[in-house]
């Protein structure tokens, strides 16, 4: 089994911006939509996948994590636009 990794982004409408990273993109963006972990992601109501990259290993999610992690607000922000222009929720389409 390949252990692949994610880094992606969460928002809220304001837009409040959260970026990790995980082995499995599904279960993850399910737990922040349904706030089944205590943390940032709930505590502002972060719900709405707007970036993700897959990677073949965690590690290299990892340090792409950094990467964005290290860029301010505005570079986040064309970050999510070149992809996403109308920040639209991605996980409609992963989730069916």
Do not use: C, W
């Amino acid at each position: 089994m390949i252990k692949g990794g994610f880094v992606y982004i969460m928002v809220n409408e304001r837009p409040t911006i959260y970026t990790g990273v995980t082995n499995n993109l599904l279960r993850r963006v399910h737990e922040h939509k349904n706030n089944l972990v205590a943390g940032f992601t709930s505590k502002y109501n972060l719900h709405k996948l707007v970036y993700y990259e897959s990677f073949e290993t965690i590690e290299q999610a990892i340090i792409r994590e950094k990467q964005i992690k290290d860029l301010n607000r505005d570079e986040k922000i064309n970050l999510i636009s070149k992809l996403n222009p109308k920040f639209k929720d991605l996980a409609d389409g992963l989730m069916g």
